[in-house]
Every structure is written in C-alpha cells, then in structure tokens.
C-alpha cells in the first residue's frame, strides 16, 4: 500500500510582546482604579475591573471601603489591594 506524503507546515514562534494581553483576571499587586461619586448619604464606589459597586459613609473610608469590596470578590489578600482614584465627582 503507498503512502501518502503529508504536508505538514512549521510552527510559526509568536512574539510574547506581540500577543500579550491585558490581564483579564485580578492579580496580586495590581492596581485598580476606582471612580468616587458623593451621595447624599455618603460615596459611592464603582470598581470597573470587577464590576462591583460599594458605599462609604465618610471620605476618609473611601479607599478602605473599595479595598474591603475588592478583596472580598478577587480572594486577593486586602494588604495587597492597590487603589488609585481614577474620578472623584462631588
């Protein structure tokens, strides 16, 4: 019985910077940006990169508050929940 020759085509090597993505899940020392809206019983704090939302009742718990929330959803230790204020309204 012959055998068919078979047309096999080398892999191509990627470049790593070419097809690297954005992280899609939260990580360990990643920073999130949180966007703060006074209300009028207190902030509100929308997290977008977990689509989460949050409340404080004071502007100092603002950071502490998102932190708490972040932790919460990711399982990310809150000693390793970076917040940076991306818009304040209010």
């Known amino acids: 019985m012959p055998i068919q020759p078979v047309l096999v085509r080398p892999r191509q090597v990627r470049s790593a910077q070419r097809f690297a993505s954005r992280v899609k899940c939260p990580t360990v020392g990643q920073c999130f940006d949180i966007e703060v809206t006074r209300d009028a019983d207190g ?24 932190r708490e929330c ?10 390793y929940v970076a917040i940076n204020v991306d818009s304040e309204i209010g």
């Not at 902030?43 to 998102?66: D, F, K, N, Y």
């Not at 972040?70 to 000693?79: D, E, K, Q, S, V």
């Open 43 to 66: 902030w509100m704090i929308q997290i977008p990169e977990i689509g989460r939302t949050t409340r404080a009742h004071r502007r100092a718990t603002v950071e502490l508050a998102a």
């Open 70 to 79: 972040i932790a919460m959803w990711t399982g990310i230790p809150i000693g």
